[in-house]
C-alpha cells in the first residue's frame, strides 16, 4: 500500500507544480485549474482504493480442478468421403456410376446377406423384388455405363428414395 501511496504522491507532483504555476502566472484561470486538479485527486483517489480492494479481497480459487473441457467429436473421416460421393453423384453421371452406385451397390449386397439371406448375383431377381425397382436400377451388378459422360447425377429425391429402400431392408 505504501509503494502504491508513494505512486501516487509522484503521479500529483506535476498537476500540483502546475496549479502552483497557474495561481502565479494566471490567477483568473484559478478556479478552472483547481476544479482540473479536484478531478484528479479524485480519480487518484479512487485508483488507490480500487488497488487496496483488489489486494484485500484477492481472486477466489477453485475448491476442486476443473473437469476438462470434452473435446468436440469429430465426424468420421469416411462420412466426408461419402458426403462428396454423394455430392458428385448428384451433378454427374460419371461420378454416380463409378464412384456412388458402387458404394450403394456394397451396402446393398451386405444389408441384403446378413439380414435376408439373399445373394445379388446369385439371386438378383429376390433382390429386386426386396429393393425395388428404382433402388435395383442404381445398385445392380450389370447396370450399364452412361452414355454421356458429363451427364446429369441423380435427382436428390430420386437417390433419398434409394436409400429409404436400402434402409428398409
Same mark, same amino acid.
Given at each position: 500500500?505504501?509503494?502504491?501511496?508513494?505512486?501516487?504522491?509522484?503521479?500529483?507532483?506535476?498537476?500540483?507544480?502546475?496549479?502552483?504555476?497557474?495561481?502565479? !502566472? #494566471?490567477?483568473?484561470?484559478?478556479?478552472?485549474?483547481?476544479?482540473?486538479?479536484?478531478?484528479?485527486?479524485?480519480?487518484?483517489?479512487?485508483?488507490?482504493? /480500487?488497488?487496496?480492494?483488489?489486494?484485500?479481497?484477492?481472486?477466489?480459487? #477453485?475448491?476442486? $480442478? !476443473?473437469?476438462? *473441457?470434452?473435446?468436440?467429436?469429430?465426424?468420421?473421416? $469416411?462420412?466426408?468421403?461419402?458426403?462428396?460421393?454423394?455430392?458428385?453423384?448428384?451433378?454427374?453421371?460419371?461420378?454416380?456410376?463409378?464412384?456412388?452406385? *458402387?458404394?450403394?451397390? /456394397?451396402?446393398?449386397?451386405?444389408?441384403? !446377406?446378413?439380414?435376408?439371406?439373399?445373394?445379388?448375383?446369385?439371386?438378383?431377381?429376390?433382390?429386386?423384388?426386396?429393393?425395388?425397382?428404382?433402388?435395383?436400377?442404381?445398385?445392380?451388378?450389370?447396370? *450399364?455405363?452412361?452414355? $454421356?459422360?458429363?451427364?446429369?447425377?441423380?435427382? *436428390?429425391?430420386?437417390?433419398?428414395?434409394?436409400?429409404?429402400?436400402? $434402409? #428398409?431392408?
Amino acid at each position: 500500500m505504501r509503494r502504491d501511496l508513494v505512486g501516487a504522491a509522484r503521479f500529483l507532483v506535476l498537476p500540483t507544480v502546475v496549479l502552483s504555476g497557474l495561481a502565479i !502566472s #494566471a490567477p483568473g484561470r484559478l478556479e478552472l485549474g483547481v476544479r482540473i486538479y479536484a478531478l484528479l485527486l479524485c480519480t487518484t483517489g479512487i485508483a488507490l482504493l /480500487s488497488l487496496a480492494l483488489r489486494r484485500a479481497y484477492p481472486t477466489e480459487t #477453485a475448491l476442486r $480442478e !476443473s473437469a476438462r *473441457p470434452t473435446p468436440q467429436p469429430t465426424p468420421p473421416h $469416411e462420412l466426408g468421403r461419402i458426403e462428396r460421393e454423394v455430392a458428385l453423384g448428384i451433378a454427374g453421371s460419371f461420378d454416380l456410376h463409378y464412384r456412388l452406385a *458402387p458404394r450403394l451397390r /456394397s451396402l446393398a449386397a451386405g444389408l441384403l !446377406s446378413t439380414r435376408r439371406k439373399i445373394s445379388v448375383t446369385a439371386d438378383p431377381g429376390s433382390a429386386r423384388v426386396v429393393l425395388g425397382d428404382e433402388a435395383w436400377g442404381l445398385v445392380r451388378p450389370d447396370r *450399364p455405363r452412361p452414355q $454421356e459422360r458429363l451427364g446429369k447425377g441423380i435427382p *436428390p429425391e430420386e437417390l433419398n428414395r434409394v436409400v429409404d429402400a436400402l $434402409e #428398409a431392408i
